[in-house]
C-alpha cells in the first residue's frame, strides 16, 4: 500500500477526517495502520512521521507570517 493510501485512511479513522499527529491518538493509529500493511517497526515510523509532520507545521506557519524558515526555499 502507497503511503498516501495510508493517510487516506488515516483521515477515515480519525474524528472529524482531519489530521493532526501532534494528537497522540492519531499517531497510535497511524502506527496500527502501519503494522496492518506490513511495515517494519511501525511504531518507530510513526514517530518519524509525527516529527516530519510538525517540520512542516513549523515552515507552514513561518510562512503565513512571512518568514522562512532558513534553508528551506518554500
Do not use: C, H, W
Not at 18 to 37: A, G, K, M, W, Y
Amino acid at each position: 500500500m502507497e503511503f498516501q493510501d495510508i493517510l487516506k485512511e488515516l483521515e477515515f479513522r480519525v474524528p472529524n477526517g482531519i489530521i493532526d499527529l501532534t494528537n497522540d491518538s492519531q499517531v497510535t493509529i497511524l502506527s496500527e495502520l502501519l503494522r496492518e500493511n506490513g511495515v517494519p517497526d511501525a511504531f518507530e515510523t510513526a514517530q518519524k512521521v509525527r516529527v516530519y509532520f510538525s517540520y512542516l507545521q513549523e515552515i507552514s506557519e513561518a510562512n503565513k507570517k512571512g518568514n522562512p524558515l532558513p534553508g528551506f526555499p518554500f
